[in-house]
């Protein structure tokens, strides 16, 4: 007897259908497109500029184009045409075949290496004031007036508090005392008629003929001392430095209490600042 097949019939493969492609997604208007970042790009006139500049002011004593050229491994023509135009600019200069660095490299560099001397400055008074014992300070006379460029000081050694304007009580404290010293008599006068001598503790100096009588009596790099004349309580040293028409001091302050030790204080400094004058001299105009 025949049988018949009751199992489903394959339902025949339909093809692959494409897949609807959903259309990107609409921009609202007047939204920008966001920039794409454009890849890094080095300026190559800058960098053979750059070069110029650094090789010259490797030369202080000037040197000619075809020597920068040489050193820089720029093409002559090239080099010429840079240099054109850092001495428009006024980075360099030139002076018979020679260039130098110009007044706006040095005002470049002249911010940089004023940090790097007051840095200088800093740490030396910093070692002064751990092998002597005593918070230092250095200033310097400038523009008709007194001023205080650096101390160092400690919790065990601080510095003496400035209760009364140091700028206008030159007459009272051995700073002011040996900044003026190093002036001739005119400036010194000058200095007092702007600044009356004003008597601050009943040891300051009477009046200001008294004053210069003093200062004059002041020997070329001799120590400044001065007893508690500008704050009861505290004696002070300072030790002259003077570079052609700069006036300028370093000093030291301690306690009444250890006024003993005041002058061979004042005696070891005065040794340490010959010692390290040519660094001191370089960083006066800090």
């Not at 190559?44 to 750059?50: D, I, K, W």
């Not at 940090?115 to 200088?120: F, Y």
């Amino acid at each position: 007897m025949a049988t018949v097949d009751t199992a489903p019939a394959k339902t025949p493969a339909l093809p692959a259908q494409p897949r609807p492609r959903t259309p990107p997604a609409r921009r609202p208007s007047g939204m920008a497109v966001p920039p794409q970042p454009a890849p890094a790009t080095l300026i190559g006139s800058v960098q053979r500029a750059m070069r110029l500049l650094e090789t010259v002011a490797a030369h202080p004593y000037g040197a000619p184009a075809k020597q920068l050229a040489r050193a820089t491994g720029l093409a002559l023509p090239t080099t010429y045409h840079l240099l054109r135009t850092l001495v428009h600019e006024g980075y360099l200069r030139r002076d018979k075949g020679l260039f130098f660095l110009g007044d706006a490299a040095e005002r470049l560099s002249s911010s940089g290496a004023r940090e790097k001397r007051r840095g200088r400055v800093a740490d030396t008074l910093a070692h002064w004031r751990d092998s002597i014992g005593a918070p230092m300070y250095y200033a310097m006379y400038r523009d008709g007036e007194v001023e205080v460029l650096c101390v160092a000081d400690s919790r065990e050694a601080p510095a003496a508090e400035e209760w009364a304007d140091f700028r206008e009580t030159g007459h009272a404290h051995a700073i002011g005392q040996c900044l003026l010293s190093q002036l001739d008599e005119d400036a010194r006068r000058e200095y007092l008629a702007r600044y009356p001598v004003q008597a601050l503790t009943p040891y300051t100096v009477r009046d200001s003929d008294a004053l210069l009588r003093r200062l004059a009596r002041v020997r070329r790099m001799e120590p400044v001392t001065e007893r508690q004349e500008y704050a009861l309580g505290t004696v002070c040293a300072a030790v002259p430095i003077t570079v052609g028409a700069t006036a300028a001091t370093v000093a030291l302050s301690l306690p009444a209490h250890q006024a003993d030790r005041l002058l061979p204080a004042a005696r070891r400094l005065h040794t340490e600042i010959g010692r390290n004058l040519g660094s001191l001299t370089l960083s006066i105009s800090i």
